[in-house]
T-cell receptor, first 116, second 108 residues
């Protein structure tokens, strides 16, 4: 059972381009969380999704950022018209439906986005 | 929604103790603790469920007080390998959020 897979691991974009980050949750996990981590800082919550449904997007910037978790395929975090301030590590975590029980959420290795 | 951790950062000498706190504004069902080494993904340490539970993992233990909606992570006789950023994760119903993080540095 593969862990949470994020790709690409490293992504370089020029200002104004689009960045698309992918997260494939662990098998059987229907919940996905996206976090952004700036250098030397903590994890900042962005969005929490279930398949075909956004549960909480209170941490997402109002513009340029969007996320989806379709019925089939990975969860996608999309950043349009990237700016230098978007440079960060973006982590995805997944969990089974009943996170309150004796289970844990698993993190992917992250995608390090660099905007030049 | 995101739980708040304190302190934000702490520096210890090898052998010293530390406490990291995690507080939530919502009623909690469970608390998870993770440690992240520089450049790596966070790794699960332990989970505490409702009921004033305490757990231990080597010399790292934790408590969970659901009435106060908070958890504490205790690191005793710290080792160099304990350095990293510690995150709590809190579960409430079907929702789960990771905390702001505490950077822990252990020096010789």
């Amino acid at each position: 059972n593969a862990g949470v897979m994020q790709n690409p691991r490293h992504l370089v974009r020029r200002r104004g381009q689009e960045a698309r980050l992918r997260c494939s949750p662990m098998k059987g996990h229907s919940h996905v969380y996206w976090y952004r981590q700036l250098p030397e800082e903590g994890l900042k919550f962005m969005v929490y999704l279930q398949k075909e449904n956004i549960i909480d997007e209170s941490g997402m910037p109002k513009e340029r950022f969007s996320a989806e978790f379709p019925k089939e395929g990975p969860s996608i975090l999309r950043i349009q018209q990237v700016v230098r301030g978007d440079s960060a590590a973006y982590f995805c975590a997944s969990s089974p439906p009943s996170i309150g029980s004796n289970t844990e959420a698993f993190f992917g290795q992250g995608t390090r986005l660099t905007v030049v | 929604q995101q739980p708040v951790q304190s302190p934000q950062a702490v520096i210890l000498r090898e052998g010293e103790d530390a406490v990291i706190n995690c507080s939530s504004s919502k009623a909690l069902y469970s608390v998870h603790w993770y440690r992240q080494k520089h450049g790596e993904a966070p790794v699960f340490l332990m989970i505490l469920l409702k009921g004033g539970e305490q757990k231990g993992h080597e010399k790292i233990s934790a408590s969970f007080n659901e009435k106060k909606q908070q958890s504490s992570l205790y690191l005793t006789a710290s080792q160099l390998s304990y350095s990293g950023t510690y995150f709590c994760g809190t579960g409430a119903g079907n929702q789960f959020y990771f905390g702001t993080g505490t950077s822990l540095t252990v020096i010789p």
